[in-house]
């Protein structure tokens, strides 16, 4: 708790482009909640080079996520934002939590699994060691609250473990945080293969929308999206990825409940729905990015929210990892 409010923290990779996914699963949320909770919101750079990254592509993806939380409505002043470098309790606070966390376990995550199999020339430590560092994000703030789509469940709850783990080894020191899953939208299909997650990283990316696609790159998308050969527009994840998937766009892109969207498309055709989904989504992200490209332009003001962030964030941080140095019993000056 911070004041009255529940502390909430969540973070996301500054790779590749986001994509709706990252959009609905993520930033949207953190607009959303910025009001109710005490917020802290972290790019998370440390993360993203367990997969090899060029220097030169994260640096510049590094802002423009930066560019990207604020244009979407992040509010740096009611919220903590700021680049997990620039906070060096993470790697910190990481290191002890490796002592509480068995090898086995890491192993079994499907994440690291998939990710293994992906980079198979490239299985570091760092990639095995993904959830530690993310549990000692999320622990260092005291956090409630964690919104993240269903792909990083298994990392909250490996979370909550090794906090439990700390907690009765020694006394009470770390708040068990809880994961915040959106009902729809909690895991956005790839528009090609509509049971499998969209995601940034992926080979074809024509089943993948980007927030920085453009209009016509965003209906030929839509356009070739697959659906089924029912011809009946209707929510039914099961049965109807597809259609399903695209509903569930279409509701948070205009803000329609569930029931309204299979309403208003109730009789027409794919073709007409696929339009209607493109544009839905074409028009919402085009002022998103029109105040990205201004925010980038000023990169004076993007450091100064950096700087900000970093010292607001360290001083949470060094609190919580203070703590720990004590019961551990790492010897203070
Ligand atoms: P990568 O493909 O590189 O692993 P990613 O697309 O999963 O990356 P992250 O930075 O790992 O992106 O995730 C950022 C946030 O977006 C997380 O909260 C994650 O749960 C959410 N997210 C990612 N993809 C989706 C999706 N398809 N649907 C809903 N939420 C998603
Ligand atoms: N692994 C997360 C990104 C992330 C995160 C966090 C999310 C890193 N640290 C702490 C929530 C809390 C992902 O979304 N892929």
Not at 171 to 186: N, Q, R
Not at 270 to 296: S, W
Not at 315 to 333: D, E
């Amino acid at each position: 708790m911070q004041g009255d409010k529940k502390i909430l923290y969540s973070a996301v990779q500054p790779t590749n482009n986001l994509t709706i996914g990252n959009y609905i699963g993520a930033v949207k949320n953190f607009v959303a909640l910025q009001d109710e909770y005490s917020c802290v919101y972290a790019i998370a750079n440390m993360h993203a080079i367990t997969v090899r990254q060029t220097p030169a592509d994260l640096r510049k993806n590094t802002l423009s996520l930066l560019a990207l939380y604020l244009a979407c409505g992040v509010d740096p002043q009611k919220c903590v934002l700021y680049l997990q470098s620039h906070v060096p309790a993470h790697a910190e606070l990481a290191w002890v939590l490796n002592t509480f966390t068995y090898v086995g376990e890491m192993e079994r995550m499907t994440q690291f699994k998939d990710k293994s199999a992906k980079h198979a020339d490239n299985i570091n430590m760092g990639l095995m060691d993904y959830p530690v560092l993310m549990a000692a994000d999320i622990l260092l703030y005291q956090t409630d609250v964690v919104p993240v789509g269903v792909d990083q469940r298994q990392h909250l709850e490996i979370t909550r473990d090794i906090a439990v783990r700390f907690n009765n080894v020694y006394s009470p020191t770390f708040t068990v945080p809880e994961g915040i899953y959106m009902k729809v939208g909690a895991k956005i299909g790839d528009l090609l293969e509509p049971s499998k997650k969209m995601s940034k990283s992926s080979e074809n990316q024509n089943g993948v929308v980007y927030l920085s696609d453009d209009r016509d790159t965003i209906m030929r998308k839509f356009k070739r999206a697959v659906t089924d050969s029912e011809a009946c527009v209707r929510y039914d994840p099961e049965n109807k990825p597809g259609v399903s998937n695209l509903l569930s766009i279409y509701s948070v892109f205009t803000g329609t409940s569930m029931e309204d969207c299979q309403k208003q498309f109730e009789g027409r055709g794919y073709g007409d729905f696929k339009l209607a989904v493109g544009e839905a989504v074409a028009d919402r992200l085009a002022p998103i990015q029109a105040e990205q490209a201004r925010l980038l332009a000023d990169k004076a003001y993007l450091d100064s929210v950096l700087k900000d962030g970093a010292a607001r964030a360290s001083a949470m941080a060094g609190r919580t990892l203070s703590k720990v140095y004590k019961k551990i019993g790492f010897y203070q000056l």
